[in-house]
T-cell receptor, first 115, second 116 residues
Framework: AQKITQTQPGMFVQEKEAVTLDCTYDTSDQSYGLFWYKQPSSGEMIFLIYQGSYDEQNATEGRYSLNFQKARKSANLVISASQLGDSAMYFC????????????FGTGTRLLVSP | DTEVTQTPKHLVMGMTNKKSLKCEQH?????MYWYKQKAKKPPELMFVYSYEKLSINESVPSRFSPECPNSSLLNLHLHALQPEDSALYLCASSQGTGGTGANVLTFGAGSRLTVL
């Protein structure tokens, strides 16, 4: 069974600073995918970034980067130059690479960006 | 703007009502999903349709009945719900279901359901 752990219920960051949201996972699969989604108060789940377990380079998408440490089973999200619009709930998720049908989500981290 | 459209955004229904949630996507995706999200919890998978066929049912009670009339549409029919079924229902779609970055799920904004 797969399990995702997000130990930070809430994080605060000042505008323009960088912030790291932690995510650790547990799986016996050799091949899997890791994802981060953002959920504003409106409810929509917005895809941010994806990392395949066999990808050697850390994924980056604009201001988002995924710090993937396979041996430590961690997939932390780094947001650079935080903006007020980054205030939201952030979910880490994983799925076996045999298929992304069954996404398993962590409990989420609420990020608040202050001016 | 989200490319997965869900209607209605809000729905209030009694326990004896029959209602439906609708989801539409025009990205040519061949897999569609229903997730349920209770307040302050992560989303949980309910159903997956792949090429218009139900491929996964996560032991969801029969008072929830999914339907995929075509590759662009996904419905969730609701009947005899309980107050504990009140939640945000999220629809998602993906190009396929294989394990590559091309098949990342795109979610809609959700339908917030309240059962009285």
């Amino acid at each position: 069974a797969q399990k995702i752990t997000q130990t930070q219920p809430g994080m605060f960051v000042q505008e323009k600073e960088a912030v790291t949201l932690d995510c650790t996972y547990d799986t016996s699969d050799q091949s899997y995918g890791l994802f981060w989604y953002k959920q504003p108060s409106s409810g929509e789940m917005i895809f941010l970034i994806y990392q395949g377990s066999y990808d050697e380079q850390n994924a980056t998408e604009g201001r988002y980067s995924l710090n993937f440490q396979k041996a430590r089973k961690s997939a932390n999200l780094v947001i650079s130059a935080s903006q007020l619009g980054d205030s939201a709930m952030y979910f880490c998720a994983m799925s076996p690479n045999t298929g992304f049908q069954k996404l398993v989500f962590g409990t989420g981290t609420r990020l608040l960006v202050s001016p | 703007d989200t490319e997965v459209t869900q209607t209605p955004k809000h729905l209030v229904m009694g326990m004896t009502n029959k209602k439906s949630l609708k989801c539409e996507q025009h990205m040519g995706h061949r897999a569609m999903y229903w997730y349920k999200q209770k307040a302050k919890k992560p989303p949980e998978l309910m159903f997956v349709y792949s090429y218009e066929k139900l491929s996964i049912n996560e032991s969801v009670p029969s008072r929830f009945s999914p339907e995929c009339p075509n590759s662009s549409l996904l419905n969730l029919h609701l009947h005899a719900l309980q107050p504990e079924d009140s939640a945000l229902y999220l629809c998602a779609s993906s190009q396929g279901t294989g394990g590559t970055g091309a098949n990342v799920l795109t979610f809609g904004a959700g339908s917030r359901l309240t059962v009285l």
